[in-house]
């Protein structure tokens, strides 16, 4: 009997459960989709947890009936999920209020606050990383200030992947790679960090137990095994947070190699063997998913959210035909030359991270004229995205983080002309692996490691990942697209003080 194993991530439009057996051949998958996140003010971003835990249920059973997989075949089960994310639960081990999830921003002032108190640049020192909206600490503090009453309640704090591997095993633990996310892990010691946590006031018993991402912390509880119709006992390693997962999924665990994925959000990330520290806090410095590795990753906030925006608000999603919408508006695309005719994206839809650090950055078209149309508009927005990934690859430059290979991940590594315009605007060929299925595959890698099958990560991913295809850039696009970049680069500085008027307008109304 083939051992298999299982690799879960917890989204943030759905849970996707995916079946590997123990050459990493995919043998089936499913997802579940969330209720769409609320978004009660302007930056808010909430979702309730027992939605996730609902949504991992019926995967986990698709994907074994489809895969016939007999639950005694399941070796071990990986998570990987959205990061940053804020579930409260209190000595119940009940939800308190709904998470706070990665791109909720609404917490500038809890920043503003640790940075006066701690100093932002001690803060970068203790934990790699500065204070931003984005992260779990800053959230924990928002809602201690605001939502007294709820504060008082919470007895436990854990991320989203984790509330869902709590279900399935009764164990409150969390890896070193999505712990990184937080604001309160040590990165270069790979530990909570005592001296960010005390000046906070957060005490680490509300924290859970640090993890290695390979290592079993639990096992399939019998109230579990009921409702997923997993085996009781099954072991569950701690996984990573989606970015650390995907990219192991893809072969990005030595220096050298870079992934460049586009999902909701945008992310560039680089493997390094030491905490490589960009002093402007402009980039993540987080522990990776391979023990004694580390990664720098730059984000962009609304990356494929951008084109999924325009889809909703100005595209269609009954077209008719059988085509996907987001085929028939790049097929459109592909009509505008390079470019886009001087048009311009900012896709600042949910503010920015890398490299602006500004949560009341909003994005923009720029450079509208009445002879465009919407396939410039298209373009320019897969452009623009691009572009923002463009921006942490001209501060590793700065850094000096290598980079020998690109890999392509999420949705703009399904879109032809997607890829086309990454390699263009990157000035580098760029790879597609054969089996790209995202987070969920590194986590089922790394349950493999945790089970025995691969003696390393290393070994899982040289065993398991393979190149597909490679993009090589354009010439004559790599020319038009550079002076894009140097237009775009431009447009962030040209209209901050218009956003900021805004948000000090809303804020005194």
Not at 201 to 206: F, N, P, Q, S, V
Request: proline letters at 5%; hydrophobic letters at 40%.
């Amino acid at each position: 009997m083939q051992p298999c194993v299982i690799g879960i991530d917890v989204g943030t439009g759905g849970t996707r459960v995916l079946i590997a057996d123990s050459s990493g051949r995919l043998l089936a998958s499913a997802t579940e989709e969330h209720a769409p996140f609320a978004s009660p003010q302007i930056g808010w971003a909430e979702q309730h947890p027992d939605d996730w835990w609902r949504a991992a249920q019926l995967a986990i059973r698709r994907a074994l009936q489809q895969s016939a997989v007999r639950a005694e075949q399941v070796a071990c089960v990986g998570f990987s999920g959205q990061m940053h994310g804020a579930v409260l639960l209190d000595a119940a081990d009940q939800v308190v209020r709904p998470a706070l999830i990665w791109c909720d921003v609404r917490t500038q002032s809890q920043c503003d606050e640790l940075n006066r108190s701690v100093g932002s640049a001690r803060i970068i020192q203790l934990t790699c990383n500065p204070a931003l909206t984005n992260f779990t600490l800053t959230k924990l503090l928002w809602v201690r200030e605001k939502e007294p009453e709820n504060w008082a309640r919470v007895r436990s704090v854990l991320l989203p992947k984790d509330y869902v591997r709590f279900r399935l095993t009764g164990e409150k633990a969390i890896d070193v790679a999505d712990a990184s996310g937080t604001l309160m892990l040590d990165v270069a010691r790979r530990q909570w960090s005592s001296e960010l946590l005390q000046a906070a006031k957060i005490d680490r018993a509300l924290l859970p137990s640090l993890f290695e991402s390979p290592e079993v912390c639990g096992q399939i509880t019998a109230k579990a095994a009921e409702a997923t119709g997993l085996k009781l006992g099954t072991p569950v390693v701690a996984g990573a947070g989606d970015q650390a997962a995907g990219a192991t999924g893809m072969g990005i665990v030595s220096p050298g190699a870079v992934s460049a994925t586009i999902g909701t959000s945008g992310v560039v990330f680089a493997a390094t063997d030491r905490p490589a520290l960009d002093p402007h806090g402009r980039l993540h410095t987080f522990c990776h998913a391979i023990p004694g590795r580390w990664h720098v990753m730059g984000v962009t906030q609304a990356a494929g959210l951008s084109l999924r925006w325009f889809r909703d608000q100005f595209g269609t999603r009954d077209t008719g035909k059988t085509q996907d919408p987001y085929e028939l508006l790049t097929a459109e695309a592909t009509r505008v030359p390079a470019g886009s005719d001087g048009l311009l994206w900012a896709p600042y839809l949910m503010g920015e991270r890398t490299p602006h650090l500004d949560p009341d950055a909003r994005a923009a078209l720029v450079g509208i004229t009445a002879s465009l149309t919407r396939a410039h508009v298209v373009r320019a927005i897969l452009e623009g995205v691009a572009f923002s990934l463009k921006d942490t690859f001209t501060i590793f430059e700065e850094m000096r983080v290598p980079v020998k290979r690109i890999r392509l991940g999420g949705g703009g590594a399904r879109s032809e002309l997607w890829r086309q315009i990454q390699a263009d605007i990157y000035g580098h060929e760029v790879e597609i692996v054969e089996a790209e299925e995202g987070a969920a595959y590194g986590a089922a890698l790394l349950a493999g490691v945790g089970a025995g099958i691969w003696p390393s990560v290393d070994v899982a991913c040289a065993t398991s990942v393979r190149v597909a295809k490679t993009i090589h850039p354009i010439a004559k696009n790599v020319d038009s697209l550079r002076s894009s970049y140097h237009a775009y680069r431009r447009v962030y500085p040209a209209l901050k003080s218009i956003f900021s008027e805004q948000t000090n307008v809303r804020s005194t109304s």
